[in-house]
Structure formats: structure tokens, C-alpha cells
């Protein structure tokens, strides 16, 4: 049996072509600050540069120079970063990413339990920023988001489209019964 860890994602880390472009975009876009950074291996230029938003992470992000190709990899399909804002900082965000040079793929979904911006930064690299809906419902789950709508519109709209999916409800009830799952395997 494996060890009982409380586990959640802590960072993400990303091999970049151009380090200093992308700490500018992470920096100016995405409102992170570099936190450390310094070479990687003392056999070659490669250098880590350590990234947060929050003074509780010494990094959430980490981009690793030395990348010789840009676009798809087999290394990363997207790093998600759950934001505690609201809807009209997503919408915010969405024009912000809209007016960014080198953005591409820029495509609001939501799972039903999370409304999301999915993006390419300006290296290839996939990117999700996400706010939590009041609902768990089974995954995966991907519609289009109308960020256009007014805020009561896009909840009534997530609503309606993922009432009838399985185990739509409340988020509280689904994380209450995972905790009681969680002691129930913890106590055996």
C-alpha cells in the first residue's frame, strides 16, 4: 500500500528557448516575480529561474533555458494555475492575453467545475488559468465559455449544460464526501 500524502500541485517546470523573454511575459501578463535563479549544472549554460505570485511558494514555476525546439513537446501538455479571482479577471485576463504578441490558442472552456482560459505562451507551452465553479461534475467535461455574457448568464449557462452529467452537485457536498472517504481509507 502506498504512503498516505496530501499531495496538490506545487509547480511546474518548463524548458524555454529564450529565458528572458519569457520572464517577461510570466513577469508583465501573468503577474509573477522571479524568486531565485541560477545555473542548473555547473557542465553547461543551462540556468533555472524560479517563479511565484505568492509569498507561501518559493516557486510555482520554474523555466529551465536550454530548449532547442519551440512548439508541441513530449515533456508537458499544460501547466494549470487555479486563480482565486473571479469571472471578470478571467475575462480581464482573456483581453489581456488577446493583445499579447506571441499568445496563440487562447480558448475559454469550462469543465463544469472550473472556468478556464487555455492558452499557448509565447514559446508553445500550454497554459490554463482557472477559477472553480460551485460544481463538481464527473471529468473530462469541455465546453466553449462566452466570456461576453455578463456573470449570472455564464453561471446560469455552465449550470444548465451540466445539470443532467454525472454526479453534477454542489462542490462542498463532493469535497465533504471525499473527506470522509479519505478518513474512512486512512483509519483501515
Do not use: C
Request: no cysteine; aromatic share 8%; net charge negative.
Amino acid at each position: 500500500m502506498s504512503p498516505q500524502l496530501n499531495l496538490e500541485v506545487a509547480h511546474a517546470v518548463v524548458y524555454v528557448q529564450d529565458s528572458d523573454a519569457m520572464i517577461d511575459f510570466y513577469e508583465r501578463v501573468l503577474g509573477f516575480e522571479v524568486t531565485d535563479r541560477g545555473p542548473l549544472r555547473s557542465n553547461d549554460d543551462s540556468e533555472i529561474i524560479f517563479m511565484s505570485q505568492t509569498a507561501r511558494h518559493h516557486h510555482q514555476l520554474a523555466l529551465v533555458s536550454g530548449r532547442e525546439e519551440v512548439g508541441r513537446s513530449n515533456n508537458m501538455h499544460h501547466v494549470a494555475f487555479r486563480s482565486t479571482g473571479t469571472l471578470d479577471d478571467l475575462r480581464a485576463l482573456k483581453e489581456t492575453l488577446e493583445a499579447e504578441p506571441g499568445v496563440s490558442g487562447i480558448r475559454p472552456l469550462t469543465h463544469g467545475n472550473a472556468w478556464s482560459v487555455y492558452f499557448a505562451d509565447p514559446e508553445g507551452n500550454g497554459v490554463e488559468i482557472f477559477i472553480d465553479t460551485p460544481w463538481h461534475v464527473a471529468q473530462p467535461q469541455g465546453k466553449p465559455l462566452d466570456l461576453s455574457l455578463a456573470n449570472d448568464a455564464i453561471v446560469e449557462v455552465t449550470r444548465e449544460a451540466f445539470k443532467d452529467e454525472p454526479e453534477f452537485g454542489s462542490i462542498e457536498e463532493f469535497y465533504a464526501h471525499r473527506a470522509e472517504l479519505l478518513a474512512e481509507r486512512a483509519s483501515q
